[in-house]
């Protein structure tokens, strides 16, 4: 049996943190939810998560941070970032061969659940 993949979304913004829940439960993923990157690190979400969905202005543990982190630990999973503030997006790569890894608020929900799962496909397919 397929078990759901698994996405951690780590937000300081509640509001958006259930309406991403809802979004991707909807879809049958499993969502494990973090008001703050120390939240989620100090949990055992990495070990758990296929996928991440981090806000990048956080304050002490910062999205690019955790990317990083999340990176070191898990480099097979793929990260994908989320910013209201559009200067903090600038200079960053927004697309790879996996589609566009950073998304600025307002986004398109279909067009997020479309990236995520072209990279957890190839990810399952070992091109992650």
Do not use: W
């Amino acid at each position: 049996m397929n078990h759901p993949k698994t996405v951690a979304i780590v937000d300081d913004d509640m509001r958006l943190l259930e309406s991403l829940r809802e979004l991707l439960e909807s879809v049958g993923y499993e969502v494990l939810t973090y008001p703050s990157g120390r939240h989620l690190v100090r949990s055992d979400g990495v070990a758990r998560m296929d996928c991440l969905i981090t806000d990048i202005g956080m304050p002490r543990l910062d999205g690019f941070a955790l990317e990083r982190l999340v990176g070191e630990r898990r480099p097979e999973v793929p990260v994908f970032l989320i910013t209201g503030r559009h200067e903090l997006a600038e200079g960053r790569v927004v697309g790879d061969g996996m589609g566009h890894r950073i998304f600025r608020k307002p986004f398109d929900g279909q067009a997020l659940l479309t990236a995520i799962d072209k990279a957890l496909n190839n990810a399952e397919r070992g091109n992650g």
